[in-house]
C-alpha cells in the first residue's frame, strides 16, 4: 500500500494525455505482454490501428479485436483514460467523498456522464467477497449501535409535517455495524426492538466475534453461539464505590494485603477506604502499587478506559469526551495502561492486567 499521495499537478504531467495513460494501465494489466479479454489467451495477438490510433488488438484465436479498455470499468466509454485515472484519484483522496456535479466540473464532462463514471469506480472499489453470503459477514471485534435519521418536525414544511408527536416520529430506525479497521455495513431496520436488531447481528456477524454496544435493551442476553456481547462498563459500575469493591475482590480475594511489606495484619481506618498495615504502620487504599496510584481520576473511568483499550482501541480525545475529563488527563491515562498491556479474551468476555483478570 502506498503511504503518499502524490499531488495533482504530479498526476497531470504523469498522465497528460490518453496515450500516457494508455500505456500505464497496458502495463499494469498486462505487464507488456496483450492477453485476450474473450478466450483468456496471450499468444498470437496481432497489434493494429484504427483511423491512426494505436492500442487495439486481434486475437487469431477467438477473432476479438479488443482494447486495454474491454473488459474493464472502462469498456464502452467514450471518456479520455487519462480523465478516468484523474477521477479515480479524485475519488480516493476525497476525505468526505465527491459528487457526480462535482467531479463532471473537475474534468469537463456532463453531470450524467461523472454519475456514470463515479458508479463504474464504486463498483470496481468491492471485495471480492461482498456478495457471498458468507465471506460479506463482519469478523473480530465489531462496533455496532442504532440510531434514527430524519429532520426535526419544527424543521419541516407545513405541509410535510406529521403532527403526530416528537422523539421517533418520522424517523427510520437504523443500524450501524463496523469491523474494527476493517468493513462497514448498515441496515434500514423497521423498529428497534431486541428480535429485529439480535435477527440482523445474526445475518452479519460471523461467530465467534466481539461485540462491542451499549447497555440498550435490545443487545441483552444476546449470544450467537461462542459471540461475547460486550455491554457498557459505565453501567457496571456506575460510581467509585462500585468499582473499588469490585477491585478489591480481584486484588484481594483474601482481605487487604499490605503493597509495601506484603502481610495481612491489616486494620481498616475510619476513613472508608482506607487501611494500615499493623506491622509496617503504613497507610494504603486499593489503588497503591497500580497503574491508578496518584490519580484522581475515579476508578470507573478507570476501568472504561481500560475496557476501551484492551477491545477495540480509543484516542485520547475521544476518550476525554467519554468520561468528561481533559485531553491531557486522557493520554496519561492511555499511557499508563498501554504500558500495562492489558489483554482481552474474547471467550469469557475478560481483560487481563498485571496478571490479574478483570472481569
Not at 478516468?84 to 453531470?111: C, D, F, M, N, P
Not at 463504474?120 to 440510531?147: M, P, S, Y
Not at 484516542?315 to 492489558?342: F, G, H, Y
Request: glycine content about 8%; hydrophobic content about 35%.
Amino acid at each position: 500500500m502506498c503511504k503518499f499521495t502524490i499531488s495533482a499537478y504530479e498526476l497531470m504531467k504523469k498522465f497528460p494525455n490518453e496515450e500516457s495513460a494508455r500505456l500505464y494501465i497496458e502495463e499494469k494489466r498486462w505487464n507488456g505482454k496483450p492477453k485476450c479479454p474473450g478466450c483468456n489467451r496471450a499468444e498470437n495477438q496481432h497489434k493494429q490501428k484504427r483511423d491512426g490510433k494505436a492500442g487495439y488488438y486481434f486475437c487469431y484465436h477467438c477473432k476479438l479485436t479488443y482494447t486495454v479498455r474491454t473488459g474493464t470499468i472502462f469498456g464502452r466509454s467514450h471518456v479520455p483514460l487519462h480523465e478516468w485515472l484523474y477521477a479515480i484519484y479524485l475519488i480516493v483522496t476525497a476525505r468526505k467523498g465527491i459528487s457526480s456535479l462535482q467531479l463532471s466540473k473537475e474534468i469537463g464532462v456532463t453531470q450524467k456522464t461523472a454519475w456514470f463514471m463515479l458508479h463504474r469506480i464504486r463498483e470496481a472499489c468491492k471485495n471480492d467477497d461482498d456478495d457471498n453470503e458468507i465471506g460479506n459477514l463482519l469478523r473480530g471485534i465489531v462496533e455496532a449501535d442504532e440510531t434514527y435519521i430524519g429532520g426535526k418536525e419544527a424543521n419541516k414544511h407545513e405541509f410535510k409535517k406529521l403532527k403526530a408527536g416528537r422523539g421517533t416520529i418520522g424517523k427510520t430506525a437504523v443500524l450501524g455495524m463496523r469491523e474494527r479497521d476493517g468493513k462497514f455495513k448498515g441496515k434500514v431496520l423497521k423498529d428497534t426492538t431486541a428480535d429485529t436488531i439480535q435477527t440482523e447481528l445474526n445475518t452479519s456477524i460471523a461467530d465467534g466475534s466481539v461485540l462491542c454496544t451499549d447497555e440498550h435493551g435490545a443487545y441483552a442476553g444476546y449470544k450467537l453461539e461462542d459471540m461475547t456481547v460486550y455491554l457498557s462498563t459505565m453501567k457496571k459500575f456506575p460510581d467509585e464505590q462500585a468499582a473499588m469493591d469490585y477491585l478489591a475482590s480481584i486484588l484481594w480475594p483474601d482481605g487487604p494485603v499490605c503493597p509495601y511489606c506484603q502481610r495481612k495484619r491489616i486494620k481498616e481506618k475510619t476513613i472508608k477506604n482506607y487501611f494500615r498495615c499493623n506491622d509496617c504502620l503504613k497507610t494504603f487504599t486499593i489503588r497503591v502499587g497500580t497503574i491508578f496510584e496518584r490519580s484522581h481520576i475515579p476508578l470507573h473511568k478507570w476501568l472504561y478506559a481500560i475496557r476501551m483499550v484492551a477491545t477495540k482501541g480509543i484516542s485520547s480525545v475521544q476518550l476525554s469526551k467519554d468520561i468528561e475529563i481533559t485531553q491531557k488527563s486522557a493520554w496519561l491515562m492511555l499511557q499508563r495502561i498501554t504500558k500495562a498491556n492489558p489483554s482481552f479474551d474474547a471467550t469469557t468476555g475478560s481483560i487481563k492486567i498485571h496478571g490479574s483478570t478483570l472481569k
